[in-house]
């Protein structure tokens, strides 16, 4: 059993101590900002915290993302008590960073104050779901062709970090990082970057990616539904898989094969059936000897939602080093319904499977965004 001593962050200091000790004995009932502090939350290059969703989904995509996972451990007593003073912790460091401020007791908060559009969004695993007692979302199935490890599975509580600036990113990551340290163990950091471009990004493979994401009211109802169709009103879910890329073996594949695989030209992202980018994937098109001009195997003929079920919204990013490829991040309000019937399809037959190795993968409740003096996921805990 772990140590029943008191986290490290609760004797920083008097101020820190006196500051923590209001929010677990009453949290829900204050401010958490003075109206200074609010006021630097709504200057340009930050995104304001709160609201009915959290920040990062929605949102225009940020160039750089880490997507953090932590297991947590259990000292003696009430599990749903430990989990509400740890999210209360969060929302406090969460709202500080978001607004150019450090975290309490942080040593470095110059680093946290560049506005950069910081947001971090939080979720959690089925087994936290079930120490709270409310909502189900299940755990992600192994598809065909998994080759998964273990440091990139699921883990009980995950932040995704996104920012315009490197540096203050990865402070945020960190001044996190610190402040969870004795309260969970951090299972995995996975760094990504993008370069926005008008539809979607380029990813690794020299493709734009994110072409087909729903845009406005339809978006918006595909990730969080109507509120009686998702695991909870305002909240989500995320489906976190990590493809790594072969990226030698595709350098050996002419730029016919390249579109063919995709079902979309690798040069403006145009469907094989039509000429722009915007252009509707017509699996039924011809050329003039009578052929398909997309491949029944082709990746945009599989990733085409058979209904409106399976409508997702796609925030992936590149990742390279010892080895490189895609964290493919997708949010939608339920995935038993859009993104795992949709991934068994794309395992079962993508064409870009000879050159694509999933080796991490994660299914997260996504909490609902929270209101100034409240703390995330206060009405899911609170529901039973």
């Not at 209904?307 to 010892?322: C, D, K, M, T």
């Amino acid at each position: 059993m772990a140590s029943t001593e008191l986290p490290r962050r609760l004797v920083l200091g008097s101020s820190a101590a006196a500051a923590l000790g209001g929010m677990l004995t009453g949290f829900g009932t204050g401010r958490m900002s003075s109206p200074r502090e609010a006021t630097a939350a709504d200057a340009d290059g930050y995104l304001p915290f709160y609201g009915k969703h959290q920040r990062g989904i929605l949102d225009a995509q940020q160039a750089h993302a880490v997507f953090a996972g932590w297991d947590l451990h259990w000292r003696a007593g009430s599990k749903k008590d430990q989990l509400r003073a740890l999210l209360q912790m969060l929302t406090d460091d969460a709202a500080r960073l978001a607004s150019g401020r450090g975290v309490l007791a942080d040593t470095e908060p110059e680093m946290a104050q560049p506005p950069c559009q910081l947001s971090l969004t939080a979720g959690v695993g089925q087994a936290l779901l079930d120490v709270a007692g409310h909502g189900h979302i299940g755990t992600m199935p192994e598809f065909p062709g998994d080759q998964l490890q273990e440091r990139y599975g699921q883990s009980d509580l995950l932040i995704q970090f996104c920012a315009q600036d490197p540096t203050v990113l990865h402070h945020a990551v960190r001044a996190v990082s610190k402040n969870l340290r004795g309260l969970a163990t951090r299972r995995f950091a996975q760094t990504g970057f993008i370069q926005p471009a008008e539809h979607g990004f380029r990813n690794l493979f020299g493709q734009l990616d994110g072409i087909n994401n729903p845009a406005g009211q339809l978006r918006e109802a595909a990730v969080f539904g109507s509120g009686q169709d998702s695991w909870i009103e305002h909240g989500t879910t995320l489906a976190l898989r990590r493809f790594e890329m072969d990226l030698d073996g595709w350098d050996a594949v002419d730029r016919a094969g390249r579109d063919y695989a995709l079902g979309r030209r690798q040069s403006d992202g145009a469907p094989l059936s039509g000429q722009q980018v915007d252009d509707p994937v017509d699996v039924h098109a011809a050329n003039e000897l009578g052929l398909p001009k997309i491949a029944a195997n082709a990746h945009v003929a599989l990733a085409r939602p058979a209904s409106g079920e399976e409508v997702i919204h796609r925030r992936g990013y590149n990742f390279a080093g010892e080895t490189s490829g895609l964290l493919f991040a997708s949010y939608q309000r339920d995935s038993a319904t859009s993104f795992i019937p949709l991934q068994h399809r794309l395992a079962a037959a993508d064409a870009l499977n000879t050159w694509l190795k999933p080796v991490g993968s994660g299914l997260y409740a996504i909490l609902p965004g929270v209101r100034e003096g409240c703390y995330l996921g206060q009405t899911w805990l609170e529901a039973v």
